[in-house]
């Protein structure tokens, strides 16, 4: 059993930056591709960013995001991140991590744990 624990999250204008934080207990998180989703109000969760683990890992991206984020983690101390740059309002959303076993998908029903987490507002 993985937990997962979103941080970082606030109120930012538009321009701004943010690095929101993910934080696991449970299990390493070696062996474990981790995503970032998002849901604004009234919209269903969306993909923002997932790595796969281990050397030469691989990230994706959604297309709204690609340039302005950047996934990383870091296997020793169990966390991983998302370093978030030139945010806009409709970035706006609750910011969530979530894990799965090796392979890492863009999909949210392809990820077995969640966080609770954690809001970013972009006031214009």
């Known amino acids: 059993q993985v937990q997962l624990a979103e941080s970082g999250g606030g109120l930012v204008q538009a321009g701004g930056s943010l690095r929101l934080s993910c934080g696991a207990s449970g299990r390493t998180l070696n062996s474990y591709a981790m995503g970032w989703f998002r849901q604004a109000p009234g919209k269903e969760r969306e993909f923002v960013a997932a790595?796969?683990?281990?050397?030469?890992?691989?990230?994706l991206y959604a297309d709204s995001v690609k340039g302005r984020f950047t996934i990383s983690r870091d296997n020793a101390k169990n966390m991983v991140y998302l370093q978030m740059i030139s945010l806009k309002p409709e970035d706006t959303a609750v910011y969530y991590c979530a894990a799965r076993p090796w392979v890492v998908k863009t999909r949210m029903g392809e990820y077995e744990y969640w966080g609770r987490g954690t809001q970013v507002t972009v006031s214009s």
């Open positions: 790595m796969s683990w281990g050397s030469g890992a691989i990230t």
